[in-house]
């Protein structure tokens, strides 16, 4: 080996030993931004993963919903029907009351209850319960005591644990009105 | 990370929604309205009411009922329209020290933005409730018109209720974002919403996604409820000038009036004319009274007319203060309720010559646009997701040319996909995995993507053999087609880059050629699919004869074979009636067979699956779904 040979080699050291430094830091560099590229891919990964968990259970929710409620519009559309038998029948001439055919129109009408019963549709109480916001709604107000359905214009129903539809009642606000009451309060809109 | 929610905080009613898989959603109120109204009431026990319950009970506890705050928020006591509100609201309103409002609710002052905090805060229990986490961000929507001290009011309500309020957008600009305007560039466009109770116009310019109010203008005492109160005006009058009872009088009538006339108002929207029936609505001592009326569509535009021109003069207005002309705007989207009326529509398409946008729920048009502004300042932390879909089915040939799709158009992609197939005959000893993509059935009129041979199959009788076939198309769209026998391990695949190479055109014209083609080529593939099936009977009938020879009489066995004969023959020939009355003959004679190898003891059912599940005639069960064709 010789003097410059040696030399040589040396320099030849130093370069490899600054290049691969050099090599270092890059591949370092690049390590690191390939780490923070999979930890970013990973994080909207399992982003990706639980949008699709929650997903999936709201879709479930929605199947349990539409389940239980979904006849709840074909129902709502029902209800006045319902209302239309009892006005009707409510205000049957006497004359009418014994007719055998009448009684027939009566068996159809509880036939549609029963089979509205049957779908979970129950009717709320009203008349002479403490007015609740939750189940009724006051259409006007007239002396009576304080607080309690006097009277129900319009049946109420739940279906099954929902309020379907609240009763439409008139709430009394005690006795110390002045004016005449016959109409109570005008409504507001 | 938490879910932010958009809200559309109303006059009358609000809305919350939410981005869920990438599309807004309404969220449901715990009552299961979309809808909640705005009022808020502490009842005669001290109790805190707010939405639906609160206003049911807002007639008998009129002092203590909180509505249309939003007139009130931001404002100072002595403007014009606070005192213009005050003579019609029913509650009390008083003056802070510091000029603004105060509202007396259950013997309390209560600012504006603590009222409409408590509201918000209900959407904000809900929206948890249906989302099963915490909701904190959350961006709310105010009219455009709204000025400063208004807009930091309704922030701070935000901040009362609870939650961090990432900005406030104007209505109009949510409504924009809902019908996708944001992807426009350099446009104006018009935002017309007529509501329930109030009317507004904004004229804006979007470039690159931003939303500039160029003007804004309405009504806020024009509205949907006028109309119906125009049809219960006129149902009275009618019943007036038949029965000369006045059902103004009746409180009951006028409940079921007035629902009737909402009703049939909507009705009117899709129908030319409606029924409006209301047996029982009242009696006089001649006997009971029944209301029967028919609307048209006609009429009701006549009752409305003038309501509806009337929200064309702030229509002028702002275009003229946004020194446009009608010409000049490039699109009219509809928000509120009412803009489902043909004439309101009909008026718009005169006064501003083009066709008003439609596809978006207008009632919910707010809180949608609202709810993606949300996920849009959510998304900027994160890195928003592209998601592509294939444009065509992809999948294999099998039997008979059809072509069998693994991977429907219009998938999300990534995606991947298995089935199992079989062979097509005995001793079969490789399958051609034939790559199609396309939306006709068979796969001569598909396009070829590539093919390649599976082979070294096991002599097997056909439909032994489990060959799984796996398509899947990576994000960038590239197809990796793999097929491998399950038996012996032995796989080969082939890589498609070339899946999405169809230009747009090229996409929508094979869609095009599917749709036109759809008829004949349905009867194409069903005369294949009896063909399949004729050929399966035949080869089921002679397995048969060959398993359960010894228990069938030679007579039977003798028509039997007759009858696969015919079957062949049949399908050799081009006639497809005579293929199905050939098979209806043979399945007739197999039935006989059924008959008779079960009435001796310890017999088997003929004619049933052989090993590895045969696809039976029209059978839609079991692991092969298809079969290839023999090579």
């Known amino acids: 080996m010789s003097e410059e040979g040696l030399t040589n080699d040396e320099i030849g050291e130093a370069d490899v030993e600054q290049a691969s430094v ?31 968990a929650n997903y999936k259970k709201h879709v479930g929710q929605e199947k349990q919903e539409i389940l239980d409620f979904g006849n709840s519009t074909l129902i709502l559309s029902l209800l006045p029907v319902i209302d239309d038998f009892e006005r009707a029948f409510k205000s049957l001439p006497s004359e ?70 609240p009763s439409l009642v008139v709430v009394g606000r005690g006795k110390e009105e002045i004016e005449e009451e016959s109409h109570g309060e005008s409504s507001r809109d | 990370m938490a879910k932010a929610v958009g809200i559309d905080l109303g006059t009358t009613l609000s809305e919350v929604a939410v981005m869920e898989g990438g599309e807004p959603k309404i969220i449901p109120s715990a009552e299961g309205s979309n809808l909640v109204p705005s009022v808020v009431a502490v009842s005669k026990t001290g109790e805190r009411l707010v939405g639906e319950i609160a206003k049911r009970q807002a007639i008998v506890n009129p002092d203590n009922t909180i509505f249309s705050v939003k007139r009130l928020i931001g404002r100072k006591f002595n403007d014009a329209s606070v005192q213009y509100d005050i003579k019609r609201l029913p509650y009390k309103i008083t003056a802070a020290p510091n000029g603004d409002c105060r509202v007396v609710m259950g013997g309390k002052e209560y600012s504006p933005q603590e009222i409409s905090a408590l509201i918000l805060q209900k959407l904000k229990v809900d929206a948890e409730a249906y989302l099963g986490e915490k909701v ?122 007035k629902d009737a006339a909402e009703k049939a108002k909507k009705e009117l929207s899709t129908v030319v004319q409606t029924e409006i029936n209301l047996p029982f609505i009242t009696a006089d001592a001649s006997g009971p009274k029944h209301l029967t009326m028919t609307l048209s569509r006609a009429k009701l535009e006549q009752l409305s007319a003038d309501l509806i021109e009337r929200s064309i003069g702030p229509c002028r207005q702002a275009l003229s203060d946004a020194k446009l002309t009608p010409a000049q705007i490039n699109n009219v989207i509809l928000v509120g309720g009412q803009t489902r009326m043909p004439k309101v529509q009909d008026t718009l398409r005169q006064f501003f010559s083009r066709e008003p946008v ?213 399908l050799q020939g081009k006639d497809i009636n005579a293929v199905r009355n050939a098979v209806q003959e043979l399945s007739q004679a197999m039935q006989k067979v059924g008959a008779t190898v079960y009435g001796q003891p310890g017999g088997q059912p003929p004619g049933g699956q052989p090993p590895g599940g045969q696809q039976g005639p029209g059978g839609e069960e079991g692991p092969v779904e298809g079969e290839f064709r023999e090579v």
């Open chain 2, 358 to 570: 439609k596809g978006v729920n207008p009632d919910e048009a707010v809180a949608l646009g609202a709810a993606i502004q949300a996920g849009v300042l959510k998304g900027e932390v994160g890195e928003i997701l592209l998601l592509d879909v294939t444009p065509l089915t992809l999948g294999i040939e099998t039997l008979g040319g059809v072509a069998t799709p693994l991977i429907p158009r219009n998938t999300t992609i990534p995606t991947s996909k298995s089935q199992i197939f079989s062979t097509a005959s005995d001793s079969q000893p490789s399958v051609e995995i034939h790559v199609l993509q396309g939306e006709r059935p068979m796969a001569a009129d598909s396009r070829t993507l590539g093919r390649f041979m599976l082979d070294g199959i096991l002599p097997a009788p056909r439909g032994m053999p489990q060959i799984e076939v796996t398509f899947d198309i990576d994000a960038n769209g590239i197809l990796n087609v793999s097929a491998r026998d399950k038996g012996t391990g032995k796989e080969q695949k082939i890589t498609i880059t070339a899946s999405s190479g169809l230009s747009k055109g090229e996409v929508e014209k094979m869609q095009r050629e599917a749709e036109t083609h759809a008829a004949e080529d349905a009867k194409r593939k069903e005369e294949t699919e009896t063909r399949n099936a004729a050929d399966n009977l035949a080869y089921t009938a002679e397995k048969t004869l060959r398993e359960q020879g010894d228990k069938i009489p030679g007579e039977l066995k003798q028509e039997i074979e007759g009858k696969i004969a015919t079957v062949r023959s049949a």
């Open chain 1, 96 to 165: 009418l009351a014994e007719v055998n055919w009448i009684e027939g129109i009566k068996i159809i009408y509880n036939n549609l209850k029963a089979a509205l019963k049957k779908a979970g549709v129950t009717e709320i109480e009203a008349k002479g319960e403490r007015f609740d916001p939750h189940l009724h709604e006051a259409t006007m107000s007239q002396v009576g005591e304080e607080g309690v359905v006097l009277e129900e214009i319009q049946k109420g129903y739940r279906l099954k644990d929902r309020v379907l539809r």
């Open chain 2, 136 to 257: 904190t961000d959350a961006v709310i929507t105010v009219p455009a018109y709204f000025n400063d001290s208004q807009r930091q009011a309704t922030k701070d309500a935000g901040t009362i209720a609870g939650f961090n309020v990432l900005r406030i957008i104007n209505e109009p600009t949510a409504s924009s974002l809902a019908y996708g305007m944001d992807k426009k560039k350099d446009e104006t466009i018009a935002v017309y919403d007529f509501g329930g109770g109030t009317f507004d116009i904004s004229i804006l310019d979007i470039g690159e996604g931003t939303f500039q109010v160029k003007s804004t203008n309405g009504d806020t005492h024009l509205g949907g409820d006028d109309i119906d109160q125009r049809i219960m005006d006129w149902i009275c009058d009618e019943f007036k000038k038949e029965q000369g009872i006045d059902l103004k009088q009746d409180r009951m009538a006028l409940q079921r009036l």
């Open chain 1, 22 to 52: 050099e090599d270092i830091e890059t591949l370092q560099q690049a390590l690191a931004e390939q780490k923070k590229g999979a930890e970013k891919y990973l994080a909207n990964w399992q982003r990706a993963q639980a949008d699709l």
